[in-house]
């Protein structure tokens, strides 16, 4: 399975190198923002699909079962599974064009907040989703404002692949 990037795809007979150590030593680190730095093909996507598993609120009943083969799942931190995850993706995104990406930039991930209001309906109560057209910026800053107005704490993981 060469190239995936998506941590639930891996299963059994599948090979996979174990980087989940580093999860500690980042929450050892204290830093609000962690750039990763690593030529193509070195795994920040999966790395990135990892932490939203691991971080995610909806995941508390199943960390044993998604982690338990690897070394994070015998060392869980207690940050584990307390956050609303929220995955940003800046990638492929066309910018030949400002016109047009700016309403790609809005329409991607202003869709990428109403599947995280979706999600965490739950945990939020029935926040409005947001107009994919309208203002991402702003929307953002909306939904951050109400999850810490409910207290509870979000996660972001981005990727910037160019």
Not at 106 to 129: A, C, D, T, W
Not at 130 to 135: F, I, L, M, R, Y
Request: proline residues 2%; contains cysteine; aromatic residues 18%.
């Amino acid at each position: 399975m060469y190239g995936e990037q998506n941590f639930l795809m891996f299963g059994e007979g599948t090979f996979f190198r174990d980087n989940t150590r580093f999860i500690e030593l980042l929450e050892c680190f204290g830093h609000k923002a962690i750039v990763s730095l690593h030529p193509r093909r070195f795994g920040k996507s999966l790395f990135v699909s990892i932490l939203n598993e691991y971080y995610d609120i909806k995941n508390k009943n199943r960390l044993n079962e998604l982690f338990d083969r690897f070394w994070i799942g015998k060392n869980l931190t207690s940050r584990a599974a307390s956050f609303l995850v929220l995955p940003l993706d800046f990638s492929n995104l066309d910018i030949t064009n400002f016109t047009y990406f700016e309403e790609n930039f809005k329409s991607k991930h202003n869709h990428q907040l109403n599947i995280f209001l979706k999600k965490y309906r739950e945990e939020l109560g029935n926040v409005p989703l947001v107009d994919e057209k309208s203002d991402f910026v702003v929307n953002f800053k909306k939904i951050c404002d109400e999850i810490m107005l409910k207290g509870f704490k979000v996660r972001f993981f981005c990727q910037l692949l160019f």
